[in-house]
């Protein structure tokens, strides 16, 4: 009878101290809620296919960072913390850190996102930027669905920082957003990210009725000529160019256009085939599985549950479909002032959903007229995007830090 009774009190002691009673105490539920949002999530990555390679690894976080007594969710914001951490020797604010605490100093520090796009640059063709750079024009063009949600964001009761958090989500771009909102409102990173990474997913259905709605049958029929040639002299200079004259204007963006710039020319280069590998694969690969599940990690229950999150998705669909919006736009007065020779449609793939928002612009066109082929017009406002979406950040920062 002993060694039962010794039995049962260990196996009550084991069930008291688990995590499974705190859901029954206090404000556990909200533990509970996150992680069944952490499995829809985990659904939409995996069956879904919704941006996996970053919605599965932030879903993954967000279940790690919500099961009690694991010490897995990130519990500081700012870099004090590790000052402070060093200083006392292991634990600070009452705090004894964890895992994902040393992970997301990589987000906060500004060392993941960056990394990302020089993996981004090492993939990414800016032939067709180059060879018409007027597409510069509608990559700007989408970029202002950051800063009118800026504003109405402000109406909506956040603070400026928080205002530009919610605004880059607009640009269609995970590692801009990500690095904007660690250094101006990093308690509504998880909400971001997550945010932005869906409506990158939901391209194909949020772009097309508002392509529809704004442009004629006719403007979406026509077909562009061919694009020119490009020497592999212009593509080396390219990134050496756009890195000077961009970092010199917003030192803040200089991270990231450095390394997307840096990414595309040892792509270009032609002698370092080896690293630009590297940068495509194994290096892009690793910092996207610490990038996804340290970001992840911020989403407790405490910051993810409350009325601001439905306000921020709200925010961030107005951001997408008011960039979207305003890139067709451009692509109409382009097609206004070349008399018909530019299909507004490209306009809609100045937000930086890369290479999506492209193929999306390419299927439109061809529902009006089969042979007509607009991926190579389209890719530059894509790509031309991904610069914006870069440089609105660096203006974000510069503002607002």
């Known amino acids: 009878m002993e060694v039962l009774q010794g039995v049962w009190e260990v ?10 009673v705190y859901f029954f105490q206090g404000d556990g539920y909200k533990n509970l809620i996150m992680l069944l949002v952490s499995f829809v999530l985990l659904y939409l990555g995996i069956k879904k296919g919704f941006e996996p390679l970053l919605m599965i690894p932030i879903a993954f976080g967000m279940l790690l960072a919500n099961i009690p007594g694991a010490n897995l969710a990130v519990q500081y914001h700012d870099l004090d913390g590790f000052r402070d951490l060093i200083a006392s020797r292991g634990e600070f604010a009452g705090c004894t850190p964890g895992l994902m605490d040393f992970l997301y100093l990589g987000v906060k520090a500004g060392v993941y996102p960056p990394l990302i796009f020089l993996g981004i640059g090492a ?3 800016f032939t067709p930027l180059i060879a018409n750079p007027k597409s510069f024009i509608l990559g700007a063009a989408a970029q202002f669905g950051i800063f009118f949600t800026y504003v109405g964001a402000i109406l909506m009761g956040f603070s400026p ?7 880059i989500i607009g640009g269609a771009d995970g590692p801009t957003a990500i690095f904007v909102t660690s250094q101006l409102a990093p308690q509504l990173l998880g909400t971001v990210a997550i945010a932005a990474y869906s409506y990158m997913a939901l391209v194909p259905l949020i772009q097309p009725p508002i392509m529809r709605a704004l442009t004629t049958k006719k403007e979406r ?15 080396i200079l390219f ?3 756009v890195t000077v004259i961009v970092s010199l204007l917003l030192p803040d963006a200089a991270s990231l256009v450095g390394m997307l710039m840096l990414g595309n020319l040892l792509k270009e280069s032609g002698r370092t085939e080896r690293i630009a590998k590297a940068a495509q694969n194994e290096l892009m690969n690793i910092v996207t599985i610490l990038l996804g599940i340290s970001v992840g990690a911020t989403t407790s229950a405490e910051n993810f549950l409350n009325l601001n999150t439905l306000k921020i998705i709200a925010l961030g669909l107005i951001a997408f479909s008011f960039g979207t919006a305003c890139g067709v736009l451009g692509g109409k ?3 206004i002032f070349t008399k018909g020779k530019v299909n507004p449609l490209i306009g809609s793939a100045g937000v930086s959903a890369v290479p999506m928002a492209a193929r999306v612009a390419q299927k439109e066109g061809q529902k009006e007229n089969p042979t007509n082929y607009l991926l190579m017009h389209a890719m530059g406002p894509n790509v031309s995007g991904v610069i914006g979406s870069a440089v609105a950040a660096g203006i974000l920062l510069t503002l607002l830090k």
């Open 11 to 20: 196996i009550v002691s084991i069930f008291s101290n688990s995590g499974y």
């Open 123 to 125: 993939m990414t063709d």
């Open 161 to 167: 920082a928080e205002a530009g958090s919610i605004g």
């Open 221 to 235: 029929s026509v077909v562009m000529g061919n694009l020119r040639p490009v020497s592999k002299l212009e593509k």
């Open 239 to 241: 990134p050496i160019m």
């Open 333 to 335: 007065l382009m097609y």
